[in-house]
Nanobody
């Protein structure tokens, strides 16, 4: 059974940084896509960043140049480095993993974490 557990969320002032982590336990083979999503109150879930098994990355336009997705394959941890945070980045952040290749949407994902809250104050 696959379990994804996020950590690293918190409250920060605008312009600050946070690094989110997502620990993957259980079956980890044939995972071709890993990603981060977020959902703010009253809004739909949106993709933030994704990384495939070859290390190729994609980012939402709203976070390009500010966020960096990476992974530690040996430790089975996915990271999201968030710099120059803005109040509009406030949301619950979720990590996900899937057996399909990344597609830019959430249909590539089979497993989801419970989320970690990020709050950015102005």
């Amino acid at each position: 059974q696959v379990q994804l557990v996020e950590s690293g969320g918190g409250s920060v002032q605008a312009g600050g940084s946070l690094r989110l982590s997502c620990a993957h336990s259980g079956y980890a083979y044939s995972i071709y896509c890993r990603g981060w999503f977020r959902q703010a109150p009253g809004k739909e879930r949106e993709g933030v960043a994704e990384i495939d098994s070859d290390g190729n990355t994609n980012y939402a336009d709203s976070v390009k140049g500010r966020f960096t997705i990476s992974r530690d394959n040996a430790k089975n941890i996915l990271y999201l480095q968030m710099d120059s945070l803005k109040p509009e980045d406030t949301a619950m952040y979720y990590c996900a993993a899937g057996h399909k290749y990344c597609s830019g949407g959430d249909d590539a994902y089979n497993y989801w974490g419970q989320g970690t809250q990020v709050t950015v104050s102005s």
